[in-house]
């Protein structure tokens, strides 16, 4: 990670399509939601809890380009699998929040129940 964080050319996923500068935040993103999913694959973070995690983390403008940027890797997942169906959670959670008319994330919805 560091050596990517380093030289965005070693690890390109977006296909050039993202500028250097953009690939070392986004893998920044990327490390932080794959330690908090983790930590909810290990049970050390609740569903609930992993979908406040989520909330926040998609009022930031820089998380949610990274969410979109990735679309196409999560796309490529087993759609059983326990990341498939977190990540389509957190899909639909961005979708409410950008039809929500307020700007108060932290009220958007509740985490759904499996």
Same mark, same amino acid.
Not at 28 to 55: H, I, K, L, P, W
Not at 61 to 76: I, V
Not at 103 to 109: F, L, Q, T, Y
């Given at each position: 990670? +560091?050596?990517?964080?380093? $030289? =965005?050319?070693?690890?390109?996923?977006?296909? /050039?399509?993202?500028? =250097? *500068?953009? *690939?070392? *935040?986004?893998?920044?993103?990327?490390?932080?939601?794959?330690?908090?999913?983790?930590?909810?694959?290990?049970? $050390?973070?609740?569903?609930?809890?992993?979908? /406040?995690?989520?909330?926040?983390?998609?009022?930031?403008?820089?998380?949610?380009?990274? !969410?979109?940027?990735?679309?196409?890797?999560?796309?490529?997942?087993?759609?059983? +699998? %326990?990341?498939?169906?977190? /990540?389509?959670?957190?899909? $639909?959670? @961005?979708? *409410? @929040?950008? %039809?929500? $008319?307020?700007?108060? !994330? !932290?009220?958007?919805?509740?985490? =759904? +129940?499996?």
């Amino acid at each position: 990670m +560091s050596k990517a964080m380093d $030289d =965005p050319e070693v690890l390109d996923a977006y296909d /050039g399509a993202v500028p =250097p *500068q953009r *690939q070392r *935040q986004f893998l920044f993103a990327n490390a932080v939601y794959t330690n908090a999913f983790c930590y909810y694959r290990m049970g $050390d973070m609740s569903r609930e809890e992993f979908f /406040g995690f989520a909330r926040s983390m998609l009022s930031n403008p820089l998380f949610r380009e990274y !969410w979109y940027a990735t679309r196409p890797h999560r796309a490529a997942l087993i759609e059983t +699998s %326990e990341e498939a169906k977190v /990540g389509r959670m957190v899909d $639909d959670l @961005l979708v *409410q @929040l950008e %039809e929500a $008319d307020f700007d108060e !994330w !932290w009220v958007v919805r509740e985490p =759904p +129940s499996e």
